[in-house]
């Protein structure tokens, strides 16, 4: 079995084969097998950098999301605890302790999430099989930073509705 081969799961000669004309249609010689194998690896080198850029980003954004969340929270907790709150706004306070604490959780998440990939990595490249634990810590970790993004948001939207009402002595529709 040759590196094409185990790289794009035993189609090496459809890859080797399309290759071939790639090179032929830029004008550049057709090459040996090996050298296929060699642009193959790097292509597939190429391909895996950039999915771990893509996760490594996208773990960032949750982590920015959850924290920027956290930090608004408190400045609006910060306001609410002011002498110059109104009545709306003191009737927030539980809401948003509840939405920062949430919010914290979610950070607390991404960044466990962080470590999970890392372990992960290093158990490949080490060639244990705990890789595979590490990355379903991962993705449970990553699930979980959402899931706390979204429970934050949705307490934050219910405690504002409630206050609103609350304060102006009506009643929601329903």
């Known amino acids: 079995m040759t590196v094409g081969e185990r790289s794009t799961g035993g189609s090496s000669s459809f890859e080797a084969e399309r290759l071939a004309a790639n090179m032929s249609k830029r004008g550049s010689s057709i090459p040996s097998g090996r050298d296929v194998e060699t642009e193959m690896a790097a292509d597939a080198r190429t391909k895996i950098g950039l999915q771990a850029n893509i996760v490594n980003d996208g773990t960032k954004a949750l982590l920015l999301i959850n924290g920027g969340g956290a930090v608004v929270l408190l400045a609006w907790l910060n306001a609410s605890l002011s002498a110059q709150a109104s009545d709306l706004q003191r009737s927030l306070i539980g809401w948003l302790i509840l939405s920062v604490v949430l919010f914290v959780l979610g950070s607390a998440a991404s960044v466990f999430s962080f470590f999970c990939r890392y372990t992960s990595s290093v158990a490949a490249e080490m060639g244990t099989s705990s890789w595979r ?20 948001v949705t307490v934050t939207l219910i405690g504002v509705i409630l206050a609103y009402y609350s304060a102006t002595g009506s009643v929601p529709p329903g």
């Open 133 to 152: 634990t590490w990355w379903i810590a991962w993705l449970g970790a990553v699930i979980l930073s959402g899931v706390m993004f979204f429970a934050a």
